[in-house]
């Protein structure tokens, strides 16, 4: 009985070790059914979003939720990134950095996504 008891918890342990977490976008629009955008990642640390985006005074993680409207599921089985519309981007990128690289790309050829970055460039003069 006791290893029953021990297996259920090791299950258990588990099971909540490998849900997704999600960091919800910190702005949404009124263009689309759906508001925001997902990025589904495969990393599982929050924490690799908190370092800055180039030379900006700005998180990997308020440009991406703030900036491009996007909300972050950690802890995903892939890199991809799903837009308003529903379209799904699978991404290549394995870390923080170039993922929010990747995003930035591909929102920047979006037709909102334009427009939001037309909007982070002026706020960011270092941004090309």
Do not use: W
């Amino acid at each position: 009985m006791r290893y029953f008891i021990l297996a259920i918890f090791i299950l258990l342990s588990y099971s909540s070790y490998s849900q997704e977490v999600e960091l919800p976008a910190l702005r949404l629009s009124d263009s689309f059914s759906k508001p925001y955008r997902v990025l589904n990642t495969t990393i599982s640390d929050e924490s690799l979003f908190d370092q800055y985006y180039n030379d900006t005074n700005l998180t990997l993680d308020s440009v991406i939720r703030y900036h491009f409207y996007t909300s972050i599921n950690l802890n995903s089985d892939q890199n991809q990134l799903i837009s308003m519309d529903g379209t799904k981007f699978n991404l290549s990128s394995k870390n923080a950095k170039d993922l929010t690289d990747e995003i930035i790309s591909l929102v920047s050829k979006m037709y909102l996504g334009r427009k939001e970055f037309m909007d982070f460039k002026k706020l960011n003069k270092n941004i090309d």
